[in-house]
């Protein structure tokens, strides 16, 4: 059981991510929706883990990455990305990003990933 | 076609022999021979050549003619007839010539002392008849064999 | 075209390369996975078909055409190595090595090779595509990624694994539906980035970093890290279907620099002329490099001959050198007398060819004949680089093949039978070949059930070779030893695989022929042991030289027990036949004089000298006039117009080229 920080400018991709999470027995204790809301709600919140969208505005998912590290080095995230994006994944793991999971997202991959992260 | 056949003369209690020089390897002196044990009469042993340990054969005991006395032009004919290679003994070797083969008739029942299974035919030479011999028969193991049972018996 | 010089050399390479499949195909059986053996495979059916069309050998070439086929889908994964392939291609390997056979006696090598062409096409043809296509979605086959390493590496390589590095193949497989895969194979280049040195990738690094790649990739990598440790961590990586982490691989190209590994090669390049041994250790693994040449044995027996001719020249000059008392003229003669014996050495060391080219056939044997007997065997064979006489290579392997048989049939048990009395299901016939003074010994041991006692006591008796009095007073090794009489095998022991109609008397006979012998050790439950001893080398004898009234003969000093003198008074008559009374045990006495009917000079000697040569464990003595002394010899046949001599084995050409016949004693032992 974790407590788990969602990032996603898109509602409906928290909620999927939520109930998905949910469902395995995960408490989502907050939802960013953008990077910056992510870095504070992070300090805030001090979740186990917390999922980061990369195409987000204000501050983009490997940018938040970068300021949480600095944060806690070792904060676990899990970068969720759309096909095409490999840079900013790649970006995002050397930033110290823990694992992806590319969209559409499935209640496997998710599962397969939050248990190798954690 | 083969108008001419090459032949190494040589004598047997002075009758003139021929064979063929293509199974002639060469002509050697007499030497001192190794006697090898249970071996029929006409096998003297065998002697040392380049290397190699070569049966010794006298020629006139496996064709049944009469012993001669030894002497210096005694020679050992080195032939060869398919995988088997022997020496011969012969009383002296004279020369080589070159026979018309259209001169070459069979062989009668006996010439020269000599039983027709021995012979390839007889050369109808100028002045003479010369005996050609049928080294496959003389070497024959099989009849060397039976020869050997024989005397044995 | 000529072709008719090239032929030896089409015969010998392709043996080789024949040899060369069926050691792969055997490999292959047991590591199906492994796409490099498949393309050694191909390359030498390549070779094969390539000389034999151009030697015009057509069934060779279409044949060996349609084993490349199948072999070039395997490579390609487009068809699975199934029982069936392997099976297939050996028949065919075997038809080929009939028509390289009959090509070599002279024939045209032509036969009916359609059976077998129409049964590689169906498997070409996806005789067995379901089983290809379920390999190549479940991902389930192992990878057949290689490393080819330039010069540079495989130094780096060579050196790390000296300071305690391993050279670690790791192969990952990413799932099928992952998508960002380079960023995947970014995490895991990430993982391992401070476990050791990356070394090489397949495909490059670009590919890898721009996703150009199927779902799986290969490192090489220099670690001290354990190859679980590395599986494990490399498996904390999401989106990973396998990770497969080896010892290194390496491509075999054609003129490839040392590899960095211990691969045991079975084909170095063999020749009928030893090569430079001291070549440097690690250019063992490129068989093609090593400096052999080819030649005709008869041009080396001819070499011989003419350098006994320089032996017996030598031994003139010495004559003359002590005549005429020069002492350069002798000083001269004894240099010149070490160089020949080293060059006698050397001469004789080029006839001796490894035992493996007879222990080759035997692995592809021996999985014929379990399969048949439904049995499970593993051979094991070491020592085949041990070097004997080419002579005796030629003539040891119907023996061997004969006791190898033997041993599958008779000697390990059925895989119930094994289980109930708990042993391994699996049976273990070991081939074992060793030097050891101045003989070489193959030993074959299974761990069957050993030779029943009782069986072979009563097969004794019940032929007549034994008596059922004596046969208590004999030991079990003296029982065992029983199975080699002629006479032994009878009828109902003949299966299809030993036997044959022929008994182990005959491996014996023929062992005793090359100057050998043969024990066999057994014990009962555990399995039994069958040890051949051989003469290094046939052409070359140490022998007594003894003299016969005044011929000398040559005794090989392998069949002498001792030499003796003894009073003329303690010969005995037994039933009329000279005996002596030697350790106790009376032993006939044979006079070579009579024997050999040497014609007698002098008489009446007061000692008699005498030679006890044995034959197994039976005795005799051989009266002979005088003892000359010992001497190596080199044994000359007497030729093929003398044949089956009694008692003489061949001849030699003493130091003052008179010739001496070598007796053999076996004859003379009754």
């Known amino acids: 059981m974790a407590k788990v920080l969602i990032t996603d400018d898109a509602a409906f991709m928290r909620m999927q991510l939520k109930d998905i999470l949910t469902k395995q027995g995960h408490e989502v204790v907050g939802e960013a929706e953008n990077g910056q809301v992510a870095v504070e709600m992070f300090q805030d919140l001090q979740p186990e883990l917390v999922t980061m969208d990369i195409t987000m505005p204000e501050m983009n998912g490997v940018d938040a990455v970068k300021e949480i590290k600095k944060i806690n080095p070792e904060a676990k995230i899990i970068m969720c990305s759309a096909m095409g994006q490999q840079g900013m994944v790649v970006e995002a793991i050397q930033a110290g990003a823990k694992d992806f999971i590319v969209k559409p997202f499935t209640p496997e991959r998710i599962q397969e990933s939050v248990g190798k992260v954690l | 076609m083969e108008d001419f056949m090459k032949v190494i003369v040589f004598t047997l209690k002075e009758q003139r022999f021929g064979v063929n020089v293509q199974q002639v390897v060469s002509i050697e002196k007499l030497q001192k021979i190794t006697e090898v044990p249970r071996t029929s009469d006409f096998i003297k042993g065998v002697i040392h050549l380049r290397g190699e340990t070569i049966p010794i054969i006298d020629l006139k005991e496996r064709l049944q003619i009469t012993k001669t006395e030894t002497t210096d032009d005694n020679r050992i004919l080195i032939v060869q007839v398919d995988d088997v290679q022997v020496g011969l003994i012969v009383d002296s070797a004279t020369d080589v010539l070159d026979i018309n083969t259209e001169s070459i008739e069979p062989a009668p029942k006996m010439i020269g002392g000599v039983h027709e299974t021995y012979l390839h035919g007889v050369a109808n030479l100028d002045k003479e008849l010369l005996i050609l011999l049928d080294l496959e028969r003389i070497l024959d193991l099989e009849e060397t064999n039976e020869v050997k049972e024989v005397i044995e018996e | ?207 890898i970093e721009d996703g150009n790649f199927e779902q799986e990739f290969s490192l090489l990598m220099l670690t001290k890290e354990s190859k679980e440790d590395l599986e494990k961590l490399i498996h904390s990586v999401s989106e990973i279907n396998r990770v497969d982490v080896s010892d290194l691989k390496v491509k075999d190209k054609e003129q490839e620099q040392p590899k960095a590994q211990e691969d045991e090669d079975p084909n170095k390049a063999k020749s009928e002329v030893a090569a430079t041994k001291e070549a440097p250790a690690n250019n063992q693994s490129a068989p093609k490099q090593s400096k052999t040449i080819r030649v005709n044995l008869e041009r080396i027996d001819n070499l011989m001959n003419l350098f006994e001719e320089v032996v017996i020249d030598r031994s003139r000059l010495e004559d003359l050198g002590q005549k005429l008392k020069d002492q350069e003229l002798i000083e001269t003669i004894e240099n010149m007398t070490r160089v020949t014996e080293d060059m006698q050495g050397l001469m004789l060391s080029m006839r001796m060819v490894p035992v493996e080219q007879v222990f080759n056939r035997f692995p592809r044997m021996v999985r014929g004949i379990t399969k048949e007997l439904g049995k499970e065997i593993d051979l094991e064979i070491t020592g085949a680089d041990t070097e004997l006489d080419r002579t005796v290579i030629d003539e040891i392997g119907d023996p061997l093949v004969h006791l190898i048989r033997n041993s599958l049939d008779h000697g390990i048990e059925s895989p119930q039978k094994r289980k109930e009395v708990g042993k391994s299901e699996t049976g273990k016939v070991s081939l074992r070949a060793f030097h050891s003074g101045n003989h070489v010994f193959i030993e074959i041991e299974d761990d069957g059930g050993g030779i029943n006692r009782e069986k072979v006591e009563a097969k004794a008796i019940e032929n007549g070779l034994l008596s059922a009095e004596h046969s208590e007073v004999l030991s079990d090794e003296e029982i065992y030893q029983m199975i080699f009489s002629s006479g032994f095998s009878t009828a109902d022991q003949i299966s299809d695989i030993s036997g044959r109609g022929v008994g182990l008397d005959v491996v014996r006979s023929k062992i005793e022929s090359l100057g050998g012998n043969i024990i066999v050790e057994s014990e009962p439950g555990k399995g039994s042991k069958f040890s051949i001893q051989l003469p290094l080398t046939l052409s070359i004898l140490t022998t007594l030289l003894v003299n016969v009234q005044q011929e000398t003969y040559a005794i090989p000093l392998s069949a002498i027990v001792e030499t003796m003198l003894l009073e003329e008074k303690q010969v005995m008559f037994v039933q009329g036949q000279k005996v002596i009374d030697f350790r106790g045990k009376v032993i006939p006495l044979v006079s070579l004089r009579d024997i050999f009917n040497v014609p007698t000079a002098e008489d009446s000697k007061e000692e008699n000298s005498i030679v006890i040569v044995h034959k197994g464990d039976k005795m005799a003595g051989l009266l002979v006039d005088s003892f000359i002394g010992q001497k190596e010899v080199v044994l000359k046949s007497l030729g093929n117009y003398l044949r089956d001599i009694f008692a003489i084995s061949g001849a030699t050409i003493l130091g003052d080229g008179e010739v001496s016949l070598i007796i053999d004693p076996n004859a003379l032992v009754k």
């Not at chain 3, 492994?34 to 034999?52: N, P, Q, Y």
């Open chain 3, 1 to 207: 075209m000529d072709t008719n010089q090239y032929i030896e050399v089409f015969l010998d390479e392709s043996r080789e390369h024949l040899q060369a499949v069926n050691d792969n195909l055997l490999k292959l059986e047991k590591q199906p996975e492994d796409l490099s053996i498949v393309s050694e495979i191909f390359r030498s059916a390549h070779t094969l078909k390539g000389m034999a069309a151009t030697m015009g050998f057509e069934d060779v070439a279409s044949l060996t055409h349609q084993m490349e086929n199948v072999l070039d889908k395997i490579r390609n994964e487009e068809l699975h190595v199934s029982t069936d392939v392997v099976d297939i291609t050996f028949a065919a390997v075997e038809a080929l090595e009939e028509m390289v056979a009959s090509i070599s006696e002279g024939n045209d090598g032509k036969k009916d090779v359609s059976d077998l062409v129409s049964k590689l096409e169906q498997l070409e043809n996806g005789g067995s595509a379901p089983v290809s296509q379920e390999s190549s979605s479940t991902s389930e086959s192992q990878s057949s990624i290689e490393f080819e390493l330039d010069e540079y590496q495989a130094t780096v390589i060579a050196q790390a694994k000296e300071q305690g590095f391993e050279a670690l193949h790791i192969n990952v497989r990413l799932n099928d539906d992952c998508i960002l895969k380079a960023a995947r194979a970014y995490m895991v280049f990430e993982k391992l980035e401070d476990k050791g040195d990356l070394i090489q990738t397949v495909p490059v690094v670009e590919d």
